[in-house]
């Protein structure tokens, strides 16, 4: 079964490994790609794929398919420190999404004016990198477009 794998937002599309965090460059989560959000003050950042809401915090969250598979998707870089201030949590952990239902808001714009970077690693957690299908780096994608898909 393939899984396909959508913009949660608008941007430009960016190779994982040169995201600017090890964690993710490495591929320590999983393989996958990262969205350089449009610098909007409000930015509503929608489920990936269809299925269950497997955790949600204000800076991340994952969705877990019906086949199993983990989509992370990690709201800017060290975001975590925000304690959630200026994002919004739109559904509750447990809860059954659809791709493009809305999950947080937030403002990729006054992370980066806070001093962070507010690029948006799309991880297929634990997922063989082989499986995967990517989109090219240094595309322009729309919320809803395919970035990936997981074999």
Known sequence: ???????????RLIAVEDVPDPVFSGKFVGPGV???????????????ISGKVAKVHPHAFVIVSDGAQGILVH??????????????????????????DPVVTWSPAQVEQGGRNPIV????LEA???????????????????LMTVK
């Open 1 to 11: 079964m393939t899984l396909t794998v959508s913009a949660p937002l608008a941007g």
């Open 34 to 48: 990262a969205v350089d959000p449009d610098r909007a003050e409000q930015v509503t950042a929608v489920a990936p």
């Open 75 to 100: 709201l800017g870089l060290d975001t975590v420190q925000l304690a959630g201030k200026g994002f919004e949590v739109l559904v509750q952990e447990g809860a059954q999404v659809q791709a493009g």
């Open 121 to 124: 690693p799309v991880i297929a």
């Open 128 to 146: 063989d990198e082989a499986a995967l299908v990517l989109s090219q780096p240094g595309a322009e994608v729309t919320v809803g477009q395919t």
